[in-house]
């Protein structure tokens, strides 16, 4: 029996774990669930004889090493900072590792001593790293084999709510961490190049930079840029392309007004806004404006933003309760972001029944035979309720199929990995159709031409 | 006779040298000057007898341990974060010191052990800060001892170019630390308190949210705010004051042409700018901008600010240079803020014989006996030349007006201290007269009144 040991049995473990039990007996699995809160993984696992669940401090290595030594495969959904150590004793012990997070450079450095241990460490195996990965490179995979020339290549992922719980002015809600969605984009600007040449975008015009995208059946979408793109190109082997550009999703319309609370300098984490603790909201978006003994907070903040008296923007604002009196129950004062964040979870909750959805997309443009071709792929994933969701379901179930083939020695791959690999990429694509999480790609009629390319 | 040993020659040293030269011999000054370039530091002193100067590594404590065993008082002109193993000698060996630069919370924390040493460790006593402190107590201790009660407390400064030499659209001319001007205002938002309101402006706001000063025989400057005005209030004793605001000057129009290259990101420094070792003038500020395979950059940045076709924002831009092909002969790849300060190295240097000026300007607003009162402080200060510019005479002369002070008794004060009592700033200020650095108060006759006040 092949053994598999979890760490972790939180909200994102989910879709993964339904996965693995579900199959434990087909596939002759011996599972091991752990968690700080041993109820919560005994809880999960508590209808399958092949899995137990248990609480453990995976961070202290004494006591994960009997489990480590024990498992064929660790799956580690720890806090993308705590995989580095897993990763060691995995070394040490030989045993596989995977996890959905971002490699780090201490993860790359250890490919070498992973490979000697005869182990793979798959990393960046859930939806966005990971889907997006498999996705794309299968398509760029097909179309190096004809022998097209990538020209460009854009690809965004978004965390939405889905269309049947979408019923507010800003068509958002919270999915996933709403710190990261405040924060979005602060910390550098964002890099791309764009045919050749290097492209930069500051944070106060981020989101005044979106492309409009289609989705048939879907409607509108907006992308603003990720960070950085260039590093893709080293990932996709993309080295000479003249364009690559990833952005974050949202719907239609949201960047603008979303840019009205980033230009007063609501979303900054980066000092302590005294006397917040005795600010209404009110207060708060007035300390970010001009002061006038008369003047309104609402025409302060519509000439500061130069909006016009009818802009559907200020609609959208008001509908925040930004200009509202009402007052936290603060113990101490707190950053701009963390303000605005409790304003935004006051209205971006999910209602009991809401639904998310993840929206990816790609666009390949490429010359073959002196002709210019464009592909769009993409991929809607609605969740199912608010423990499978859309998020669980392309992060987890990427994950465990990626396990499966590991276990069962369809990929063979040893060291530090990532899925852009037709064994990786090409069997996971193809089961998690079964799952209605599939990309339809599409060959564009008329591809926009640019000079350059002719 | 009195020992002075005064730590740095350059440029910053030149008025504070030249006056304890002049005054060696009539107030019996030995005096030793070092520095990293022994020729420098000997050079300056080579016409006086009471002095010598000599090549010194001041940062290593067994060669200046003799110097500071030596002399009465130092003066530490070392970059700030130096002053504080200079000033754990001094209380060792029992040596006065004094410094023009920010007092550090690290400095602060050697009160006591200066108070038992029996000296004095004077700070903040160049121009900003000094004699901003000065200026502002003195007026500010007058108000209250005639039993009035503030209200606004405003206070600018700023480094500019002398009337005579103000020649270019810009009004603007690179007088001091061009790195310093180019990343002026980030760092974190700007905040200060204003009818008892807390406000904040973030970076991108900053250079549209100034304030425009008029000054007789003058004319018009504009302020923008600096990053904390509220640590004022406790140096100043003005706990509860409705409104307090520091801001730094500069001639009007000059924010507005100065946000437009803030927005688009060319202030940047947190990032190295990939590809900008090859780039023209031209492809820096294309960088920038959204790529089209026809649209001029001209247009593209017209665009993306939203300018108007005849906006004089934009001549000002073109006199910069920015839309030349000139390349720059670069070794590596740099920052946005490191390639803007060579254009306008390029463009904003001073000429052989232009003057810098230093304005301060400071507003108080204060009730009395039931009536509002306002009153206007300022001083102009134009260089005389290039060596002893107006930056350097209002740095160095009340540097050592303040040294004299110690030396002679004058000063009683021990311990870690600002120049804000009157037995500091009283005397300076007096003298400071003879050399022509003299603020101007004036009562305004028909001061407005906010609602709070009456």
Redo the contacts between chains.
């Keep these: 029996m092949k053994k598999i040991f979890v760490i972790g049995a939180g909200l994102s473990s989910s879709s993964m774990l339904r996965y693995f039990l579900q199959n434990s007996e087909k596939e002759n699995w011996l599972i091991r669930v752990c968690d700080q809160d041993g109820d919560k993984a005994a809880k999960k696992v508590s209808n399958y004889k092949n899995a137990e669940g248990f609480a453990l401090d995976a961070l202290d290595p004494e006591s994960r090493e009997e489990h480590i030594v024990w498992a064929d495969l660790v799956v580690s959904m720890l806090p993308a900072r705590f995989h580095i150590e897993i990763a060691k004793d995995c070394i040490k012990f030989k045993t596989n590792l995977i996890t959905p997070s971002y490699i780090s450079d201490e993860m790359k450095a250890l490919h070498k001593a992973a490979e000697e241990a005869g182990i793979i460490i798959m990393n960046e195996i859930g939806v966005d790293p990971g889907l997006d990965h498999m996705s794309a490179k299968k398509v760029l995979d097909e179309i190096e084999a004809k022998g097209g020339k990538m020209h460009i290549f854009e690809s965004f992922t978004g965390g939405l709510v889905a269309p049947e719980s979408d019923n507010n002015p800003w068509n958002y809600k919270f999915t996933w961490n709403p710190r990261n969605v405040v924060l979005a984009g602060q910390g550098?600007?964002a890099?791309f190049i764009?045919?050749g040449?290097?492209?930069?975008?500051?944070?106060?015009?981020l989101f005044r930079?979106t492309e409009i995208i289609h989705i048939d059946d879907y409607g509108y979408f907006e992308g603003y840029a990720n960070r950085d793109s260039?590093k893709y190109r080293e990932i996709y082997s993309l080295d000479n392309i003249p364009?690559i550009f990833r952005g974050t999703l949202r719907r239609k319309g949201f960047s603008r007004s979303w840019d009205a609370l980033v230009?007063?300098?609501a979303t900054?984490d980066?000092?302590i806004?005294?006397?917040s603790k005795d600010m209404s909201k009110r207060?708060f978006i007035?300390?970010?404006?001009?002061?006038n003994?008369?003047d309104s907070v609402e025409l302060k903040l519509k000439h500061?933003l130069k909006l016009d008296q009818d802009d559907p923007l200020f609609d959208k604002l008001c509908w925040l309760g930004i200009f509202e009196d009402k007052k936290y129950q603060l113990k101490a004062d707190i950053t701009?972001a963390k303000f605005l964040q409790m304003i935004l979870e006051d209205k971006w909750q999910l209602e009991p029944n809401d639904k998310d959805m993840i929206v990816m997309w790609h666009k390949f443009v490429y010359k073959l035979d002196g002709k210019v071709h464009e592909i769009n792929s993409h991929m809607i994933a609605i969740g199912e309720d608010q423990t499978y969701t859309g998020m669980s379901n392309t992060v987890g179930i990427p994950l465990a199929i990626c396990s499966k083939l590991i276990l069962n020695g369809s990929i063979k791959l040893k060291g530090v990995q990532l899925p852009i690999y037709p064994e990786v990429y090409g069997p996971i694509l193809n089961e998690l159709e079964t799952f209605g999480i599939r990309f339809i790609e599409k060959e564009i009629a008329n591809p926009v031409v640019?000079?350059?390319m002719t």
């Design positions: 550098g600007a890099k764009q045919e040449k290097y492209k930069y975008i500051p944070y106060n015009k930079r260039l364009t230009q007063i300098g900054d980066t000092y806004l005294e006397g207060d007035n300390s970010f404006l001009p002061y003994p008369t500061y701009p640019y000079a350059e």
